[in-house]
């Protein structure tokens, strides 16, 4: 039995289309190649913001750690003088067995990479299988995977170097496929596979992306349960009546057992973070509107909601040499270096999946996850989230709402592979007049971004926008958007091709001018083209051996202390939150830590990402044994 079809007996040609099964890992390895190429084929590394900021400096040591000590160490002394090892998460993801094993084999700095093209290539598998779980073609399970593995609301997290955040959105169709699984047909095998993967997405220690997880999975849980307790079973293998409600029941058990096998990761973590860390200052003593405002920053806005129709719309920080990625966000976040965009073709075959055909109440539930993550994301513009914020239980421990729209994409995705299956359907029936239904809808989708283009291109958008949905824009941001406008309504151009180019395949299958097999070819390269064009600017590569070279400063010290004696080294560079002298195995009693102690930091007398003003009293440097006090560069 292969993998990805251990939930169906559905023959691979039903619909026309003969995918062979090897055919969709190959082309997923393909891709993530070719997306990868200037890391995979040279010696460089991966640019990632946090990565650079401490993610290299923590595997780093992390590395050095396993290697001299044989075992997980306890305490990570290297930075804010010190901090506790697995429940501070001072190695991040230091458990979750892939990184794991990608350090033992590989140097750190390759390593962190390799990860990175093994999740976003596994991401295709488990997407195939999910489509297949729920009874979709090869065909549909290949849109949907190239699709998911290269959409930007999963690559986009490279460049800010947000690995944790890549690998729960990675494990996400994983998560749900054995979900469907274990409704499907309950047993061991199931219970198990739900129990190792929630202990999998835990061990990411990604908890707030885990949790956006968990509850757009419980709700399919409950939606499959419904259906089953009413004997209803879309994907036609049948099932007993009233069956539901064990198998929630059951599901619930391996979800808590996959918890509790992840529970030397998750209660130290837990404890720590609402006893000793940092973020204690932050959501135990704000409330009332500083702690609502502070649990919704960084979440979407309408520019960005608008971005996931036209991708340049909004702009971005990026950069990476492509000009609608430079420094062109003039959105209402203080900055943007990843993306929510799901891809244009697949929206529009998501729509398509509408016009008739089966599961329905799948493409229901889907909608409504779809429009709750987004709905969600946009934080404090909508009522929905602020009812959350009120109601659900650790919503208020949270910021940055907008990570919950990568649920959007998954559902997205998932309407699309359904979308295709449908066209499939017809055009193997020969059924020209619901194939003609869904011409004109593509039709009307080409004609509506024209005439947003031309809106662009007068002005007259611009500043319908900035009067009725943007009223309080900022002076520089009404400059970028005025230097942006090009791009904008380049994007435009290029999404009414894009639109343009799937109508004209859906009318060569009406019209038989094209075969069922190109047509559907044609298809999935288009949506993996749209999604690969925005993705280039998220991926990066840097030199790492002149990025960590030891500069004339660090060299220096590394000549002078070579007995052994411990000291601390406070650096004022970069606002006192460098790191880099950590690199080399000096210990800094300031640097950057997003889990650090918080008696520490009152120590210290640092604020967020500010100085550490009582550094410079030397009683307290005599007290925590700083030895040097390193003067920056000019920055």
């Not at 067995?97 to 140097?107: C, E, K, T, Y």
């Not at 398509?352 to 946009?378: H, K, M, W």
């Not at 299958?509 to 069922?516: A, M």
């Not at 790191?579 to 640092?606: C, K």
Request: hydrophobic fraction near 50%; include cysteine.
């Amino acid at each position: 039995m292969r993998v990805g079809e251990v939930m169906t007996d559905r023959p691979s040609t039903k619909g026309g289309v003969p995918v062979a099964a090897w055919l969709p890992p190959v082309i997923f390895a393909v891709i993530t190649g070719a997306l990868f190429r200037a890391f995979v084929f040279t010696d460089e590394m991966l640019y990632g913001g946090d990565t650079l900021s401490l993610g290299y400096a923590a595997r780093s040591l992390y590395a050095e750690a396993l290697s001299a000590l044989g075992r997980v160490p306890r305490w990570a002394p290297h930075l804010l003088g010190g901090t506790p090892f697995i429940e501070a998460l001072s190695g991040g993801d230091s458990l979750y067995p892939p990184s794991v094993l990608l350090l033992m084999l590989a140097p750190p700095h390759r390593a962190l990479g390799w990860k990175l093209v093994l999740h976003i290539f596994l991401a295709g598998i488990f997407f195939y299988s999910w489509i297949r779980a729920v009874g979709g073609s090869r065909a549909a399970g290949l849109l949907g995977g190239v699709a998911y593995m290269l959409a930007p609301f999963l690559v986009g997290f490279i460049h800010p170097g947000h690995d944790g955040k890549i690998f729960v959105t990675a494990l996400a169709p994983l998560m749900f496929w054995v979900t469907e699984r274990h409704f499907r047909a309950p047993g061991w095998v199931s219970f198990s596979g739900v129990g190792l993967v929630v202990a999998s997405i835990i061990y990411t220690t990604h908890f707030q992306m885990a949790y956006f997880l968990f509850g757009g999975v419980g709700m399919y849980a409950i939606f499959r349960s419904i259906q089953l307790g009413r004997g209803v079973d879309e994907v036609g293998f049948g099932s007993r009546p009233r069956a539901g409600a064990l198998r929630l029941i059951l599901f619930l058990a391996a979800s808590v057992t996959g918890a509790a096998g992840a529970a030397w990761q998750l209660l130290p973590a837990a404890e720590y973070v609402t006893e000793y860390s940092r973020r204690t200052q932050m959501t135990s003593t704000t409330s009332g509107q500083v702690g609502r405002d502070w649990s919704s920053s960084f979440s979407m806005n309408p520019e960005e909601v608008a971005s996931l129709i036209v991708p340049e719309f909004a702009g971005n920080f990026a950069g990476g040499g492509i000009s609608w990625a430079t420094g062109t966000y003039w959105g209402r976040n203080g900055f943007k270096d990843n993306h929510e965009y799901a891809g244009l073709v697949v929206i529009l075959l998501a729509a398509v999946s509408f016009l008739g055909g089966p599961r329905r109440q799948l493409r229901l539930f889907l909608t409504g996850l779809g429009g709750l993550a987004v709905l969600f994301s946009l934080g404090a513009h909508t009522p929905i989230w602020g009812l959350f914020y009120k109601f659900v239980p650790g919503i208020s421990l949270f910021r940055a709402p907008g990570m919950a729209s990568f649920l959007f994409g998954f559902a997205v995705i998932t309407l699309s592979a359904l979308g295709l299956d449908r066209l499939i359907t017809l055009a193997s029936s020969g059924n020209a007049a619901e194939l003609k239904r869904i011409q004109k809808l593509l039709s009307v989708s080409t004609a509506a971004i024209a005439v947003l283009g031309f809106l662009i291109v007068t002005g007259i958008f611009t500043e319908m926008w900035t009067t009725l949905v943007y009223p309080d824009i900022g002076e520089r941001q009404r400059q970028v958007l005025g230097s942006h406008l090009p791009n904008i309504v380049r994007g435009c151009a290029i999404a009414m091709l894009l639109s343009a180019a799937l109508t004209v395949i859906v009318w060569g299958l009406r019209n038989q001018r094209i075969s069922l097999v190109a047509g559907v070819g044609l298809i999935v390269a288009l949506a993996g083209v749209d999604a690969f064009r925005v993705d280039q600017p998220f991926v990066q590569t840097m030199d790492f051996y002149e990025w960590s070279r030891a500069d004339a400063n660090i060299r220096t010290l590394l000549e002078r202390e070579t007995d052994g004696e411990p000291y601390r080294l406070w650096s004022l560079a970069r606002n006192d939150q460098d790191v880099s002298a950590a690199m080399h195995g000096i210990e800094l009693a300031a640097g950057h830590h997003p889990n650090d102690l918080s008696r520490y930091r009152e120590l210290i007398g640092m604020e967020g990402s500010g100085r550490a003003m009582n550094l410079a009293n030397p009683n307290v440097r005599r007290t925590l044994n700083v030895k040097y006090i390193l003067w920056p560069d000019l920055e």
